[in-house]
C-alpha cells in the first residue's frame, strides 16, 4: 500500500503511487498545449463506428456540438467491447441485496442481459428517440435497463426510487416517457417497501406511458392493468440473448436527469453521447486510478443521481471495472454494513459523500475499526463540501493513514468530474478540490467579471466548453440560457452557481452555493467556513449554517447542530463552548447569533443539507417547494427548537 508524505497540512504523493499511477503531469501539458487536440486524444479511450471531422463546434453557443460527425454505439462500448477483448470472464458487477443475496454478473452476462433487455424493448415498439422512465432501487437491472436504452438510442429518465408518486409523474409528463421500468417493491431497512403501487398512481392517466415493465425483486403483491403491465421475468428473461447494436450521433441524446432541486424547482438537464461518454471514462481512468483487471471499485451512489449515471454506470463501465452494487442503506442490517461489504470483496477505490463520512463519524471509529480495511488504496468525496475534519477522519480512519483522497467538485449539469486532484499527482489539502482537470478551464470571479487572486471569494464559472456538458434543459432552452449562461453573457461563461476562493497556495475551494454565502456586517462569510468550524469541535457531528436576515448586521448566522453519539447537550454552556470555538476557528465575526441543537437536518434525496428551507425557518418564513427533501417531517423537531432557542 502506498502513502502520502504530509508536509504542515499538505499531502503530496509518495513516489510509489506517483509512479504507477495513471496520470502523470503529462496530461497538463499536453492539454495546455492544445486543448482541443487533447480531447480528440481522450476521445480515442472508446471505440468509434465512424470518425468525428471537428473536435468541437461552438457556433451555436451556449449550445455545443462535441466529436461532429462521429458515431458511436454507448452500450456497445460499456459492455460488448471488453467480451470482444477477451475480458467476458470479468466481473462487473458484484450485487450485494440488502437481505443478504448476492450476485455477480460477469462482462459476458451482462452483455446478455442488456440484449434480452433490448430485444425486448423494441418488441414493445420503442424507436430511437423516444424515452424511457426508469423507477428502481439499486438492482442491476436498474443498470441492465439503462444499458438496454443506450445500446438502442433511447433517452433514458431514471428518477429516483425514494421519490414520490407525484415526482415520478411530473418527470414522466415532462419527458413524455412510454415506457416505465419498475420493481414490485425495494427492500428497505429488513422489509419489502412497494414501488409499483407509487409508479400505478404514477401513470394512472399518464398518457405517453404504453407499458410498464416490472422486475419481481421482493414477491409482494400488486395490482395489474393488463395490456399495459408486463413482469420482466416473462419478456426480458425469455427474449434472446442476441442483440447486433447500431452506432448513433455522437450528440444522440443519451439521457434526462432532473437536478437535486437543492436550490429550487428540479431542471431536466440533457447529456448526449460521445462527449458524455469521454469525459466519464477519461475522469474515471485517471481521478480513480483505476485498473482494470485488479482493482474493486465501489460507488456509493444511487443511480438516481448523476453520480450513479456518470461513476457506477457510463464512467466505469466503459473502463470494463469490477465494481460492487449495494442495494440498502448504510445501517442495514446495522452500521458494519460498508466496511463488512469493503472487507467482503476487497474493495480497493470507494467513492461516497460527505454527509456519510460525517455519519461514521458520529457513529465512532469502533466501526469501521472492526474490520480489515487494507484493500482501500483510494478514496472519493462528492456532492458537498468536504469539511476538513472529515477529510482527515476518512484519510486516517478509512484510508489507514495513507489512502489519497479525490475530492470531486462537479455538478448534473457538468455530467463528468471538474475539479478535483489527480491522485499520484496533485498534493491535497484537507477539503480543498485543488485545481480543475486537465482539459478543463475555470476561473473565480466578481460581479464584474474580473478574476479574484488568492482570499477573495467569488463566483466559481466555467470559461471554456467541456465534453460532457449539459446541451440543454428538456422543453425548456429559455430557462438554459437563463439559469447559466446569462450571469455573464458578455464573456460567454457557464455561471455554475457556487461560490469559490483561491487560498495563498493557490489551491481551490469551493464555498459551496451562492446563496449560501452570508453578509455579515459587511463580511462576506461562507457557510461551509463556519459548519466546518462547528464540525471540528469534538462535540458536533453535523452543522448546518444559513444567514438570516437581521435588523444591524445584514444577516446573522444561525447554525443546527447534530451532537455526536454519547455526547451530552449541556444547553448554553454547550453553545458558548461552540461560539467561542467558531470565533477561534475563524474571527469573531463568525460568531452564530444562534445555535440549536437538533436530531436531524433536512436533507435533498441525494443527501445534500437543504439550507434554504432551514433559511425559511430561521427568517420565519413558509417552507419553499419540499418535494425532493428525504423526510419533511424532520422540521418538526427543529421549528421546537428554534422557538425555544
Ligand atoms: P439543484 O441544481 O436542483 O439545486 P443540486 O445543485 O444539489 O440541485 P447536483 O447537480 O446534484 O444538484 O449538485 C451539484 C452541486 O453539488 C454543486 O453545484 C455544488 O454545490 C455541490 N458539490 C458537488 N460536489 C462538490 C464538491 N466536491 N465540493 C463542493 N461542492 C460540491
Ligand atoms: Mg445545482
Redesign the pocket.
Known amino acids: 500500500m502506498s502513502g502520502s508524505q504530509q508536509v504542515g497540512d499538505v499531502f503530496a504523493p509518495s513516489l510509489e503511487f506517483a509512479t504507477v499511477a495513471n496520470a502523470g503531469p503529462e496530461l497538463q501539458a499536453a492539454a495546455d498545449a492544445d486543448r482541443l487536440a487533447f480531447w480528440d486524444t481522450q476521445a480515442r479511450r472508446l471505440d468509434w463506428a465512424s470518425p468525428w471531422s471537428e473536435v468541437l463546434d461552438w457556433s451555436d453557443a451556449p449550445v455545443a456540438k462535441w466529436f461532429v460527425g462521429g458515431e458511436l454505439n454507448v452500450a456497445y462500448n460499456c459492455v460488448d467491447r471488453h467480451v470482444l477483448a477477451g475480458n467476458g470472464d470479468r466481473v462487473a458487477i458484484h450485487f450485494e441485496g440488502e437481505p443478504g443475496d448476492t450476485r455477480s454478473l460477469t462482462y459476458h452476462d451482462l452483455l446478455a442481459e442488456v440484449s434480452k433487455a433490448a430485444n425486448t424493448f423494441t418488441d414493445l415498439g420503442l424507436v430511437a428517440g423516444d424515452r424511457v422512465a426508469i423507477y428502481m432501487p439499486m438492482i442491476p437491472e436498474a443498470i441492465i435497463a439503462m444499458l438496454a436504452c443506450a445500446r438502442l438510442g433511447l433517452t433514458h429518465s431514471v428518477v429516483f426510487g425514494g421519490f414520490s408518486s407525484h415526482a415520478l409523474r411530473s418527470r414522466i409528463d415532462d419527458a413524455q416517457a412510454k415506457l416505465l421500468v419498475t420493481v414490485d417493491g425495494q427492500w428497505r431497512r429488513g422489509a419489502p417497501a412497494p414501488l409499483k403501487a407509487a409508479a400505478d398512481e404514477a401513470v394512472s392517466g399518464a398518457e405517453s406511458v404504453e407499458h410498464v415493465l416490472v422486475v419481481k425483486r421482493t414477491g409482494i403483491d400488486v395490482e395489474w392493468t393488463e395490456g399495459r403491465d408486463l413482469w420482466w421475468h416473462e419478456t426480458v428473461e425469455k427474449a434472446s440473448d442476441q442483440h447486433t447494436p447500431v452506432p448513433f450521433d455522437a450528440e444522440h441524446p443519451l439521457f434526462i436527469l432532473y ?1 437535486s432541486g ?2 429550487g424547482k428540479p431542471k431536466g438537464i440533457i447529456h448526449t453521447s460521445g462527449g458524455y461518454l469521454t469525459q466519464a471514462s477519461y475522469t474515471h481512468h485517471n481521478v480513480f486510478d483505476h485498473k482494470p483487471g485488479t482493482d474493486v471499485y465501489w460507488c456509493t451512489a444511487d443511480i438516481g443521481w448523476v453520480t450513479g449515471h456518470t461513476y457506477i454506470v457510463y464512467g466505469p463501465l466503459s473502463n470494463g471495472v469490477t465494481q460492487v452494487v449495494y442495494e440498502g442503506t448504510p445501517n442495514s442490517p446495522n452500521e458494519h454494513r460498508h466496511f463488512e461489504i469493503i472487507e467482503k470483496y476487497g474493495v480497493s477505490i470507494y467513492y461516497t459523500a460527505p454527509t456519510l463520512i460525517r455519519t461514521f463519524m458520529k457513529w465512532g471509529r469502533a466501526i469501521p475499526d472492526a474490520h480489515d480495511l487494507s484493500s482501500i488504496r483510494l478514496l472519493g468525496s462528492v456532492g458537498e463540501p468536504i469539511n476538513p475534519e472529515a477529510w482527515r477522519w476518512y484519510r486516517e480512519v478509512i484510508g489507514a493513514n495513507s489512502a489519497p483522497i479525490v475530492d470531486t467538485w462537479w ?2 449539469e457538468t455530467g463528468a468530474i471538474m475539479i478535483s486532484p489527480l491522485p499520484g499527482v496533485t498534493a491535497t489539502k484537507p477539503g480543498s478540490a485543488m485545481a480543475p482537470l486537465p482539459g478543463i478551464s475555470a476561473k473565480i470571479v466578481d460581479d464584474e467579471a474580473h478574476e479574484l487572486g488568492h482570499g477573495g471569494n467569488g463566483y466559481l464559472v466555467l470559461d471554456q466548453p467541456w465534453p460532457a456538458m449539459l446541451r440543454g434543459i428538456w422543453g425548456d432552452m429559455d430557462r438554459y440560457r437563463e439559469t447559466y449562461w446569462s450571469r455573464y453573457a458578455e464573456q460567454g461563461w457557464y455561471f455554475a ?1 457556487d461560490g469559490a476562493k483561491y487560498d495563498e497556495d493557490g489551491a481551490l475551494w469551493v464555498l459551496g452555493r451562492v446563496d449560501d454565502v452570508m453578509n455579515v456586517s459587511g463580511h462576506r462569510i461562507s457557510t461551509s467556513e463556519v459548519e466546518s468550524a462547528l464540525v471540528s469541535h469534538p462535540a458536533v457531528a453535523e452543522a448546518a449554517v444559513v444567514g438570516a436576515a437581521d435588523d444591524t448586521t445584514g444577516q446573522g448566522i444561525v447554525a443546527f447542530v447534530i451532537l455526536r453519539e454519547n455526547v451530552e447537550n449541556t444547553g448554553d454552556q454547550l453553545v458558548k463552548d461552540l461560539r467561542d470555538h467558531v470565533a477561534v476557528e475563524i474571527s469573531p465575526i463568525a460568531k452564530p447569533r444562534q445555535i440549536s441543537v437538533v436530531p436531524e437536518l433536512p436533507k435533498t434525496r441525494s443527501g445534500k443539507i437543504m439550507r434554504r428551507l432551514l433559511r425559511d425557518v430561521a427568517e420565519g418564513r413558509e417552507l419553499g417547494d419540499t418535494s425532493t427533501l428525504v423526510d419533511p417531517s424532520v422540521f418538526e423537531p427543529i421549528r421546537v427548537h428554534r422557538s425555544q432557542g
Open positions: 437536478t437543492t436550490t455538478q448534473t452557481g
